[in-house]
Protein backbone atom coordinates (compact mmCIF):
# COMPACT_ATOMS: atom_id res chain seq x y z
CA UNK A 1 0.00 0.00 0.00
CA UNK A 2 1.45 3.15 -0.85
CA UNK A 3 2.92 4.93 2.22
CA UNK A 4 0.51 8.30 3.15
CA UNK A 5 -2.32 7.34 1.15
CA UNK A 6 -5.36 9.28 2.10
CA UNK A 7 -8.66 7.81 1.99
CA UNK A 8 -11.81 9.39 3.60
CA UNK A 9 -13.24 7.15 6.32
CA UNK A 10 -15.65 4.44 5.28
CA UNK A 11 -16.08 0.58 5.36
CA UNK A 12 -13.72 0.37 2.72
CA UNK A 13 -11.07 2.38 4.43
CA UNK A 14 -11.67 0.71 7.94
CA UNK A 15 -11.24 -2.60 5.98
CA UNK A 16 -7.91 -1.63 4.91
CA UNK A 17 -7.03 0.22 8.03
CA UNK A 18 -7.98 -3.33 9.91
CA UNK A 19 -5.43 -5.31 7.39
CA UNK A 20 -2.59 -2.79 7.74
CA UNK A 21 -3.01 -2.99 11.69
CA UNK A 22 -3.21 -6.62 11.10
CA UNK A 23 0.03 -6.68 9.29
CA UNK A 24 1.94 -4.76 12.08
CA UNK A 25 1.98 -1.52 9.97
CA UNK A 26 1.20 2.00 11.02
CA UNK A 27 -2.20 4.21 10.23
CA UNK A 28 -3.31 7.50 11.11
CA UNK A 29 -6.63 8.51 11.98
CA UNK A 30 -9.22 10.92 13.51
CA UNK A 31 -9.62 10.49 17.41
CA UNK A 32 -12.49 12.10 19.33
CA UNK A 33 -9.88 14.71 19.60
CA UNK A 34 -7.13 15.05 17.61
CA UNK A 35 -6.01 12.80 14.82
CA UNK A 36 -3.44 9.65 16.04
CA UNK A 37 -0.86 6.52 14.96
CA UNK A 38 -3.04 3.77 15.11
CA UNK A 39 -1.50 0.23 15.47
CA UNK A 40 -1.81 -3.05 17.31
CA UNK A 41 -1.14 -2.10 20.94
CA UNK A 42 -0.27 -5.44 21.48
CA UNK A 43 2.30 -5.57 19.00
CA UNK A 44 6.04 -4.89 20.28
CA UNK A 45 7.48 -4.11 16.50
CA UNK A 46 4.46 -1.94 15.91
CA UNK A 47 4.36 0.70 18.56
CA UNK A 48 8.08 0.78 18.19
CA UNK A 49 7.51 1.51 14.78
CA UNK A 50 5.14 4.40 16.23
CA UNK A 51 8.04 5.72 18.87
CA UNK A 52 10.56 5.94 15.76
CA UNK A 53 8.05 7.85 13.51
CA UNK A 54 7.35 10.39 16.69
CA UNK A 55 11.09 10.22 17.74
CA UNK A 56 9.55 9.73 20.92
CA UNK A 57 11.47 9.26 24.58
CA UNK A 58 11.11 5.70 25.61
CA UNK A 59 9.97 6.72 29.21
CA UNK A 60 6.89 8.03 27.78
CA UNK A 61 3.61 5.95 27.88
CA UNK A 62 1.32 5.39 25.02
CA UNK A 63 -2.03 5.55 25.25
CA UNK A 64 -4.94 3.12 23.88
CA UNK A 65 -8.45 3.78 22.44
CA UNK A 66 -10.88 0.80 23.17
CA UNK A 67 -13.94 0.37 20.95
CA UNK A 68 -16.35 -1.40 23.66
CA UNK A 69 -16.00 -1.47 27.75
CA UNK A 70 -15.48 -5.06 27.44
CA UNK A 71 -12.28 -4.38 25.69
CA UNK A 72 -10.83 -3.26 29.24
CA UNK A 73 -9.85 -6.47 30.62
CA UNK A 74 -7.40 -6.75 27.77
CA UNK A 75 -5.26 -4.21 29.70
CA UNK A 76 -6.04 -3.16 33.22
CA UNK A 77 -5.68 -5.66 36.07
CA UNK A 78 -8.28 -3.59 37.61
CA UNK A 79 -11.45 -5.86 38.05
CA UNK A 80 -14.89 -3.90 36.69
CA UNK A 81 -18.68 -4.20 38.11
CA UNK A 82 -17.79 -6.50 41.03
CA UNK A 83 -17.44 -6.12 44.99
CA UNK A 84 -13.78 -5.68 44.34
CA UNK A 85 -13.60 -3.12 41.76
CA UNK A 86 -11.44 -0.02 42.12
CA UNK A 87 -14.40 3.09 43.14
CA UNK A 88 -12.48 5.56 41.58
CA UNK A 89 -11.66 3.93 38.41
CA UNK A 90 -15.39 2.77 38.61
CA UNK A 91 -17.30 6.09 39.32
CA UNK A 92 -15.13 7.65 36.67
CA UNK A 93 -16.22 5.19 34.41
CA UNK A 94 -19.63 5.50 34.88
CA UNK A 95 -19.73 9.22 35.18
CA UNK A 96 -17.58 9.93 32.00
CA UNK A 97 -17.08 7.35 29.20
CA UNK A 98 -17.69 7.00 26.60
CA UNK A 99 -15.86 10.51 26.46
CA UNK A 100 -12.54 12.56 25.84
CA UNK A 101 -11.35 11.50 29.25
CA UNK A 102 -7.95 8.99 29.43
CA UNK A 103 -7.94 6.91 32.77
CA UNK A 104 -4.49 5.84 33.76
CA UNK A 105 -5.02 2.63 35.36
CA UNK A 106 -2.55 -0.39 36.63
CA UNK A 107 -1.50 -2.39 33.42
CA UNK A 108 -1.27 -6.00 32.74
CA UNK A 109 2.08 -7.41 33.51
CA UNK A 110 2.08 -9.09 29.66
CA UNK A 111 1.71 -5.29 27.88
CA UNK A 112 4.50 -4.76 25.67
CA UNK A 113 7.14 -2.05 28.02
CA UNK A 114 7.08 -0.15 24.69
CA UNK A 115 3.14 0.89 25.18
CA UNK A 116 3.31 1.14 29.23
CA UNK A 117 7.09 2.52 28.99
CA UNK A 118 7.99 0.37 32.33
CA UNK A 119 5.44 2.10 34.29
CA UNK A 120 2.99 -0.65 35.08
CA UNK A 121 0.76 1.38 34.04
CA UNK A 122 -1.62 1.95 31.29
CA UNK A 123 -3.62 5.11 29.91
CA UNK A 124 -7.17 4.04 27.88
CA UNK A 125 -10.16 6.06 26.70
CA UNK A 126 -13.72 4.69 25.22
CA UNK A 127 -13.99 7.75 22.96
CA UNK A 128 -17.79 9.37 22.50
CA UNK A 129 -17.50 9.27 18.58
CA UNK A 130 -19.49 6.57 16.78
CA UNK A 131 -17.31 6.45 13.67
CA UNK A 132 -14.06 6.36 15.39
CA UNK A 133 -15.34 3.76 17.76
CA UNK A 134 -16.55 1.60 14.75
CA UNK A 135 -12.80 1.90 13.16
CA UNK A 136 -11.62 0.74 16.32
CA UNK A 137 -13.50 -1.89 16.60
CA UNK A 138 -12.80 -3.00 12.86
CA UNK A 139 -9.03 -3.01 14.06
CA UNK A 140 -9.57 -5.62 16.68
CA UNK A 141 -10.96 -3.39 19.64
CA UNK A 142 -8.13 -1.76 20.65
CA UNK A 143 -5.90 0.85 18.81
CA UNK A 144 -2.87 3.01 19.87
CA UNK A 145 -3.48 6.57 19.82
CA UNK A 146 -0.91 8.74 20.63
CA UNK A 147 -1.34 12.36 18.54
CA UNK A 148 0.19 12.40 15.01
CA UNK A 149 2.64 14.59 15.02
CA UNK A 150 6.48 14.61 15.36
CA UNK A 151 7.57 15.15 18.94
CA UNK A 152 7.62 18.80 19.73
CA UNK A 153 5.27 20.36 17.36
CA UNK A 154 1.01 20.52 17.89
CA UNK A 155 -1.29 17.53 16.92
CA UNK A 156 -2.66 17.50 13.69
CA UNK A 157 -6.13 18.34 13.22
CA UNK A 158 -6.55 17.03 9.44
CA UNK A 159 -5.31 14.21 7.29
CA UNK A 160 -3.72 16.84 5.27
CA UNK A 161 -1.65 18.20 8.51
CA UNK A 162 -0.79 14.33 9.13
CA UNK A 163 0.45 14.04 5.75
CA UNK A 164 2.76 16.75 5.66
CA UNK A 165 4.24 15.55 9.22
CA UNK A 166 5.21 12.25 7.89
CA UNK A 167 5.96 11.80 4.50
CA UNK A 168 6.73 8.57 4.65
CA UNK A 169 6.48 5.47 7.73
CA UNK A 170 2.79 5.77 7.41
CA UNK A 171 0.80 3.03 5.57
CA UNK A 172 -2.62 4.79 5.34
CA UNK A 173 -4.21 7.98 6.80
CA UNK A 174 -8.04 7.61 7.01
CA UNK A 175 -9.44 10.93 6.97
CA UNK A 176 -12.62 11.82 8.89
CA UNK A 177 -12.41 15.15 8.77
CA UNK A 178 -11.07 17.68 10.73
CA UNK A 179 -10.27 17.49 14.18
CA UNK A 180 -13.81 17.57 16.29
CA UNK A 181 -11.93 19.07 19.87
CA UNK A 182 -9.71 22.14 20.18
CA UNK A 183 -8.33 20.54 23.33
CA UNK A 184 -6.26 16.77 24.09
CA UNK A 185 -8.33 14.71 26.27
CA UNK A 186 -8.18 14.85 30.14
CA UNK A 187 -5.95 12.42 31.87
CA UNK A 188 -6.55 11.33 35.01
CA UNK A 189 -4.29 9.06 36.88
CA UNK A 190 -6.89 6.57 39.00
CA UNK A 191 -4.42 3.96 40.06
CA UNK A 192 -4.62 4.32 44.04
CA UNK A 193 -7.13 5.94 46.41
CA UNK A 194 -6.62 9.40 45.19
CA UNK A 195 -6.80 10.07 41.61
CA UNK A 196 -4.94 12.83 39.87
CA UNK A 197 -4.88 14.72 36.70
CA UNK A 198 -2.18 14.17 35.14
CA UNK A 199 -3.01 16.81 32.11
CA UNK A 200 -5.72 19.20 31.66
CA UNK A 201 -8.06 19.08 28.87
CA UNK A 202 -11.49 18.81 27.44
CA UNK A 203 -12.98 17.60 30.64
CA UNK A 204 -12.61 20.29 33.49
CA UNK A 205 -11.35 19.47 36.91
CA UNK A 206 -14.58 21.29 38.07
CA UNK A 207 -16.31 18.55 36.29
CA UNK A 208 -13.97 15.64 38.05
CA UNK A 209 -14.85 17.02 41.27
CA UNK A 210 -17.05 14.19 42.05
CA UNK A 211 -14.57 12.14 41.21
CA UNK A 212 -11.29 14.03 42.64
CA UNK A 213 -12.97 14.52 46.02
CA UNK A 214 -13.10 11.00 46.42
Given at each position: ?????I??D????????????????????????????G??????D?????R?????????????????????S????????????N?????????????????V???R??????L?A??????????????????????G?????????????????????????????L????D??????T???????????????????????????P??G?
Amino acid sequence: MTQGLICEDGPESREAAAEVVRAGGVIAFRTDTFYGLGADPLNRDAVRKIRDLKGREDDKPILVLISDLSELSRFTIEPIDTDKANSVLQKAIELFWPGPLTLVTRARADLPTELTAGTETIGLRLPADDPVRTLVRACGGALTATSANLSGQPPAVSAAQVQSYFTEGLDLIVDGGDAVSTEPSTVLEVTGLHPRVIRRGVITEGELAPILGI
